[in-house]
């Protein structure tokens, strides 16, 4: 009796590591994350004189994908930099381009800097394996403004997406926030 207990127990054991440890293995990792390098979870340009040149700022995206297809991630803008006006920032003003070598398997769609446009931009298509990656992106605000100074929110969508397979798409949004100020100048004049 004793050792069917033993024996009941065991199975019973046995059962309850199966049930805990064979979800994990049936379910297929496809996620990403796109986080700013300075930290946080906004893209957030600060206050930005316009007179200045050109502002920078890095997102770093890691890709994880164990699927063995292949994939790419989409940037779409939801929201273009608007402010409480309505009125929004040119599309010349803000730029787009992934760093060369910051990933390992496969292309990066932006190498070249582009304006961030409406329209579904391909940032990166994968091996034929679909191996995980992680890359650095870098976004720039450029003048002239044409618009008047204040606050500018925007939003970024970016969505990744399967090739050839039944694994549904991820997404995950961006804020964008900048700040222009108000241009400043003095003139001196002489009374004669």
Known sequence: ?????????????????????????????????????AGGYDLDFG????????????????????????????QTILDPLTNEQGITLSRNNLFVYGIRGTNKYGTLGVEQERPVYLDRTVIYTSDSSGLSDSFTLVYSIKGP???????YRGRISF??????????????????????????????????
């Open 47 to 74: 206050k930005i004189s316009p007179g200045a040149p050109q502002i920078n700022q890095e997102v770093v995206v890691n890709i994880t994908s164990d699927i063995g297809k292949q994939y790419r991630l989409i």
């Open 159 to 192: 969505s990744l997406e399967p090739i050839d397979s039944s694994q549904s798409s991820v997404t995950s949004i961006l804020n964008i926030f900048a700040d222009i100020e108000v241009e400043s100048s003095i003139a001196i004049k002489t009374v004669s």
């Open 1 to 37: 009796m004793r050792r069917s207990l033993k024996v009941k127990l065991w199975l019973i054991g046995l059962g309850l590591i199966s049930l805990f440890v064979s979800p994990h293995y049936a379910l297929a990792a496809f996620s990403f994350s796109v986080r700013p390098f």
């Open 145 to 151: 403004f044409d618009v008047p100074p204040g606050s």
